[in-house]
């Protein structure tokens, strides 16, 4: 199984270093010197990771071959994918990868079903499950532990206890009122 583990930013210097958005769990092991990654668009790799570092905050990757400004500028927005054992599990029990969590069902704490996962959603600062409601309308879950209490891979499913508001934005106002009251 093929798992996008990071794309590649902007170039980072004159020596041929890019940024990287890490997509990954697991940058140590995924994105390591010596880590041989397909791309997306294929065209561009695989690409071979020379090294790695952290500035900043970011983690700068350096691939064979790419030795110049010009040749990282090349490879922005470039996916980075890496070859999984569809049976690998993350060390830590509270990590899952996407394909875990795409297609479990979501219902709440109460059992009332709210729909199916479709995609995760990785941005800079959380990420967010996609679930499509049996109407075909979508809603954002954000992947965090007070919000999504329970994921149960033998069952297939996805407990989340929602804030008002989150499902239905009417709750919200609702729940605003009371506390007024």
């Given amino acids: 199984m093929q798992l996008v583990v990071a ?6 210097g004159i020596k041929g270093e890019v940024t990287v958005e890490v997509r990954t769990d697991e940058p140590e092991v995924r994105l390591a010197p010596g880590a041989v990654l397909a791309t997306d668009p294929p065209a561009v790799g695989p690409l071979t990771i020379e090294t790695g570092r952290v500035h900043s905050g ?5 691939f064979e071959g790419v030795r110049d400004r010009t ?6 927005n470039t996916l980075l994918i890496a070859d999984v ?5 993350p060390e830590d029990p509270e990590e ?16 009332t079903e709210v729909g199916r996962i479709t995609e995760i959603t990785h941005l800079p600062y959380q990420d967010l499950l996609v679930v499509e409601r049996p109407d075909g309308t979508e809603v954002l879950i954000p992947f965090v532990s007070e919000i999504v209490p329970e994921i149960d891979l033998e069952e297939q499913r996805a407990v989340i206890d929602p804030p008002p508001g989150l499902l239905d934005p009417g709750q919200a106002e609702i729940a605003s009122t009371r506390e007024d009251v």
């Fill in 7 to 12: 794309r590649i930013g902007r170039a980072h």
């Fill in 58 to 62: 970011r983690l700068l990757l350096r």
């Fill in 71 to 76: 040749g990282a500028e090349a490879l922005r």
């Fill in 85 to 89: 054992d569809p049976d690998e599990t």
């Fill in 96 to 111: 899952f990868y996407d394909h875990q969590l795409v297609d479990l069902d979501v219902v709440t704490a109460d059992g």
